[in-house]
């Protein structure tokens, strides 16, 4: 059975969260904060990824690309965090790499549409 777009992105959130929840041995509410810093810095970190790939400025799209794949590791988006990596070694490479900016974008925003749902269908403490 297919797994439809909502449970795709709950699924995708909550494999990160459970895996983060394990390995950094924090309350829910410090990974709720972590993954909302999360959401907002790497979706800046994007925009900024995209205008050093529109300028061909191959030295900050390392940055910004090296950036979101530290983020995404650390919070176990393994899936971005891959993606982030491969933008990094054409910008080393000083190649343009829109396909990777294009999957990196569908990716986040899954990630970002599935903690949405999760956090709206978690109970209020």
């Not at 993954?35 to 970190?45: H, I, L, R």
């Not at 900024?48 to 979101?68: G, P, R, T």
């Not at 990777?100 to 549409?113: H, K, V």
């Amino acid at each position: 059975m297919t797994q439809t777009h909502h449970e795709q992105s709950t699924t995708l959130f909550e494999n990160a969260y459970r895996e983060t929840k394990k390995s950094l041995n924090v309350p829910d509410e410090i990974l709720i904060r972590l993954n909302e810093t999360f959401f907002a810095s790497v979706g800046g970190a994007l925009e900024k990824l995209k205008e050093a790939m529109n300028a061909n400025d191959y030295e900050a799209m390392k940055m910004h690309a090296h950036s979101v794949k530290g983020a995404s590791s650390t919070l176990h988006y393994v899936t971005i965090s891959a993606i982030a990596a491969e933008i990094e070694e054409h910008a080393q490479q000083k190649e343009a790499y829109a396909e990777g900016l294009i999957a990196l974008s569908n990716e986040f925003a899954a990630a970002a549409d599935g903690y949405r749902m999760w956090k709206s269908a978690r109970p209020s403490s």
